[in-house]
């Protein structure tokens, strides 16, 4: 029984709907969770995200802006959303996660309403007439082959050669785009991106990413289907180019992540809008279009113009193509390369550049393997367990998965014009991981990498599965797979969503899965110690079994070291030698990573607020371990100074490490700040001029005001001359 066009039109929606109320359903357990890794840095422990109505000012969410730790970008727009969240909970996550979860349902949809915009673009891509132009009886037939082509024995002018189409229709194409969206919104490895807080910062970039592409595509269709309308024409370019470049620039201030919206926009160009170059002289329809609303294609001299395009418009493209993709990426290209080629870049990893390139193509083959067979026991928050490649058979799988990836890469360009969505659903999964698996010195593995590559996956694979045919063979077995799916992607979200309901449950589950990633099983540790209050009991016990654990884990950081140092110290001074010796050790032989300088930072403060009572000499030859590293890092140096500063009172060494800090991080306000008072106590009156003139150039929308007034004050009081 056909459906009327009401409901045609009002089904895919509702459809959509239930989509988005499951996935937040099955979200929703993870909602009470609380702060995991890299939320303390970005959030808990960032004090210009904690705005509070008493305290809103223009200066204070400028500052919150401008406070990411994360990137030199700062991420403004990510931040802010964070402070929105701190103002309105007083930092109770629970607001964050539902607001992070809010996000992805508008992503789950933005994706639907992008993938229709694509699949109506394909349907021009080799000239298909409207379906109401098609024969009944050749409607009724089934195909021959699962998504072939076939010739429609349409009469044309000078000869009746039949033409080429897609057997494509809009009940076909809704069906895929609604079981994409929904695939999607409800894959496990896409958890990280909502649960947990910070990659916020992910998922608001792809609300700007999805919106871009969608407008492009639709814009693209505009143009493609003006006809003789240049209004149209105009419009659809107009709309093209604000979502490459709005959608990029505003996706920016969330994540660098954006960048990747032109080379999505330019894939879809080339293997779907690029293929119309061969529709020979019949104007395209859309099926998608209803009688009365039909734009064929313009034509010249009384036919379309060969390409299925205007001229004009394919050279608007490249022009747009050129500006927005093509140069910025030799750019950035060199640029990133000249950074990735300098050792100090390294400096914080414990591989470098070859071993990442090695190891990446094994991680992509595991984000394929945990897509499309994802399993809530290997899925997790930390994977600093796999090993890296130190060859191309060390391990073996190193070259089985460059193997694998290059056969995809080769059957992506040789399916372009056979099975162009199968095509854009690999180059699609390979772009997404542009940045972050190639030359760039990030660490090796993490989920939320793929939470726009996963729709190149889902894409290329529900193609396979459904195709845009208007019957299908094997309907219920099709059916059934898809369902199955579906139900398998629900219940694995929910239960590491239960499982991300509590911190503790998390940590220890974590900790128990992946035994041999030092991060999981230190979390393990400190939540429980946490929970013990340094009290002894069955807790605390469980705390020194985790920490112990992860301290012997071959490569971890000092992390668990000085934990267990603040637990023999905590309150009076215990037996921790050789707690200290273990974390020197670590601190000399091993790359200083951020952790690291976190738990120097940790010590100094137990001990400066007079909670720890180790010897100081233990902490300052962990400092000189640290410092004796190659490259200079400006957080250690500045952690460095102030330990010299607030605990060994040494004011000349504090600020040498204080300007080391500086010329590391120019543009981090906090140095110069310190600095500054430092130069204006000891009397050094143009030294903390020159500090406070480089804040004065730092300090956008008055945000800085304060300190520099406070500093102007320090500075006069020490150019006076001592009263006699």
Known sequence: MSLSVHTRKWLPWLLLAIAVLATAAVYWPGRTGGWVFDDYPNIVDNAAIHITPGHSTLVAWVNSALSSPASFLRRPLASLTFSVNWYFGGGNPWDFKVTNIAIHLVNGVLLFVMLRALLRLLALRSGIPRLDDIPPALRADPLRSEGGEHDLPLPREGGSRGM??????????????????????????????????????????????????????????????????????????????AGIVLGTCIGLTSKETAVLLPVFAFLAEWVVVGSTRNTGSHPPQSPFLRKGEDHPLPEEGGRA??????????????????????????????????????????SGR???????????????????????????????????????????????????????????????????????????GILWFFAGNLLTATIIPLELVYEQRMYFASIGVLLAVG??????????????????????????????????????SNPLRLAIAEANRHPESARAVYEAGRLLLIASNYQPGKTLDASWKYLREAAAI????????????????????GTDADYWNSMIHKLRDQPTRQEDISALISLTNCYGASICKFDVSWLQRAYAAALSRPHPIARLDGAYADFLRDILHDNMQAEVYLARAVAGAPSESAYRVDL??????????????????????????????????????????????ARK
């Open 350 to 424: 414990d591989f470098t550049l070859a071993q990442r390139l090695l190891t990446e193509p094994r991680v992509l083959v595991d984000y394929l393997h945990w897509t499309l067979f994802p399993n809530p026991d290997v899925l997790s928050l930390y994977h600093d367990e796999i090993v890296k490649s130190t060859g191309l058979l060390t391990p073996w799988t190193t070259l089985g998965s460059i193997v694998l990836l290059l056969a995809l890469l080769i059957g992506a360009i040789w399916l372009r014009k056979r099975k162009p969505l199968v095509s854009l």
């Open 676 to 721: 500054a008072a430092l130069y204006a106590r000891n009397g050094q009156t143009e030294k903390a001029l020159e500090q406070i003139d480089a804040l004065r150039r730092l300090n956008y929308a008055g945000r800085l005001d304060g300190q520099i007034a406070t500093l102007e004050r320090l500075t006069e009081q020490g150019s006076k001359p």
């Open 305 to 346: 113009q060969r390409g299925g395009m205007p001229a004009h418009a394919d050279k608007r493209i490249w022009t747009l193509f050129t500006v927005t993709l093509f140069v910025p990426a030799v750019l950035g290209f060199l640029w990133l390369l000249r950074s990735a080629l300098r050792a100090s870049s390294w």
């Open 554 to 573: 071959p490569g971890s950081s000092s992390l668990p070291d000085q934990a267990m140092i603040m637990i023999t110290d905590h309150d009076h001074q």
């Open 164 to 241: 080429r189409f897609l057997p494509i229709d809009e009940s076909a194409a809704t069906r895929l785009a609604l079981i994409v969206a929904a695939a999607w919104m409800l894959l496990p490895i896409n958890l990280m991106a909502v649960l947990y807080v910070v990659q916020r910062m992910e998922s608001l970039c792809q609300v700007f990413v999805l919106a871009g592409l969608w407008a492009y595509l639709h814009g693209r269709w505009m143009m493609l289907t003006a006809g003789d309308d240049a209004k149209r024409d105009r419009r659809g370019f107009g709309l093209a180019v």
């Open 463 to 500: 193609t396979l599965l459904l195709g845009l045919r208007w019957k299908i063979a094997w309907p219920l077995l099709r059916g059934f797979l898809v369902a199955v799916a579906l139900l398998w992607f629900a219940v694995a979200t929910n239960l590491r969503a239960q499982e991300w």
